[in-house]
């Protein structure tokens, strides 16, 4: 039921009640406390969690324009469910995990929102789930990418209320062995793996069995730690092995100074990465010319050729005066996936909304047509990129290598 649950949290949401603004951010919502499930014409309430001030402001506004212009859209033609508009509930939690709890209760339990966007991070997704599963109201991230988001560790099934746009981590690595067995026609792989990171231990692991089950070699494995400076014996170890090209799964600020080193070192072949490289300061690091023949998996291209993309790009130009980033692209996506799935639903009953969602096939998005599996991620194509003279380029799109 759409109130199950909510007695126990009672005193809670007197308390965030009371404190009203201290969530800050919030567009004024026009009928509030009102259950929009009791009325066809009233509007249908999306909340939406998101970093709109703090350390990570940029992912979370760049997210919300892009939700907020595809509310517009959907809005423009008439809404969801027979003509009901869709309202956006907006509250900031400042980036900070302790705020986005609170956020995503004021959401649920006062606002009474049908179901919820939000946040971008994977730190910050991880704190709003829990709310989300008590009070039984589906969250949909458009951006948080560790594979735990979506999946409890502790019984290997999904959670039942979180789902995500974007690709989850260990997708990449499917990915990367895909573009280098059967794109580039590379056989001969070595790995470098950040052993700090699960980040980069898990996409390696994945690299590893897929590109050796096409039919390539792992002919040399080697690690750093994100506080390394000098990576020239493992390197040296790396060119000595001859391999055809180096899969390394990281950050930017490890990989700008491992390609620069490499390079200087006269080791020219490809290197091949994950959405960990998306930054200006890669360039800056490694230097524009080292950093040519490295490519990279993403969410998205503002440069791919997908009329979809196209008319996207174009319209958020037109409304922002910005070309779209990934973050931007995918907060279009995920509300035009979830106004599909309320209308599918048939209703705005946040359960049917969770059952429509985890049904959701061939969804035609921005970022790659998708189709949920059994952990609520989607399975879609991946954009690879390429730097040229230190310029992200659109290379190819790449589907997931099929069980």
């Known amino acids: 039921m ?19 603004a201290g969530c800050g951010g919030q567009e004024p919502t026009g009928n509030e406390g009102e259950n929009p499930a009791n009325g066809a014409g009233e509007p249908v309430k999306v909340g939406l969690n998101f970093e709109l001030s703090g350390d990570v402001a940029t992912y979370g506004g760049n997210g919300v324009k892009g939700i907020e212009m595809a509310a517009k859209e959907i809005n423009a033609k008439g809404g969801v469910l027979g003509g009901r508009q869709i309202e956006l509930v907006k509250v900031d939690n400042k980036s900070d995990a302790a705020e986005v709890t609170n956020v995503q209760t004021r959401l649920l339990t006062v606002e009474n929102v049908a179901a919820t966007i939000g946040p971008a991070t994977s730190t910050n997704s991880l704190a709003a789930i829990p709310v989300a599963m008590e009070n039984e109201i589906p969250l949909l991230t458009p951006s948080a990418t560790a594979d735990k988001v979506t999946v ?28 280098i067995y059967n794109n580039l026609g590379l056989k001969k792989a070595a790995v470098y793996i950040d052993t700090n990171s699960d980040y980069s231990k898990a996409i390696g692991s994945v690299f590893k069995k897929d590109f050796t089950a096409l039919g390539g070699e792992i002919i040399a494995e080697e690690n750093y730690v994100k506080t390394d400076q000098d990576y020239k014996a493992t390197l040296t170890r790396i060119k000595n092995a001859k391999p055809e090209v180096i899969y390394l799964p990281g950050y930017y600020n490890n990989v700008g100074l491992i ?4 390079r200087e070192m006269g080791i020219t072949v490809p290197f091949v990465g994950a959405d960990g490289y998306d930054s200006p300061d890669l360039v800056k690091l490694g230097g524009a010319k080292n950093l040519n023949n490295v490519f990279f998996t993403n969410h998205y291209s503002s440069q791919d050729t997908d009329p979809k993309v196209r008319a996207f790009v174009e319209a958020f130009k037109a409304e922002y005066g910005d070309v779209p980033d990934a973050f931007a692209a995918m907060g279009y996506d995920a509300m035009y996936l979830m106004a599909d799935a309320i209308n599918r639903a048939g209703s705005d009953d946040p359960i049917a909304i969770k059952d429509a969602l985890a049904a959701t096939k061939d969804f035609p998005a921005v970022t790659g047509t998708l189709t949920m599996d059994d952990k609520h991620n989607p399975i879609k194509s991946v954009v690879i990129l390429e730097l040229v003279d230190g310029v992200p380029t659109f290379k190819d799109k790449i589907d997931p290598i099929q069980p």
């Open 259 to 262: 390609v620069k080193q490499a």
């Open 2 to 20: 759409r109130f199950s649950k909510k007695i126990l949290v009672f005193f809670a949401i007197m308390l965030i009640a009371a404190l009203g």
């Open 152 to 179: 409890d560790e502790a019984t290997g099934k999904a959670k039942e209320y979180a789902f995500r746009l974007c690709f989850y981590d260990s997708l990449q690595g499917n990915i990367g062995a895909n573009f």
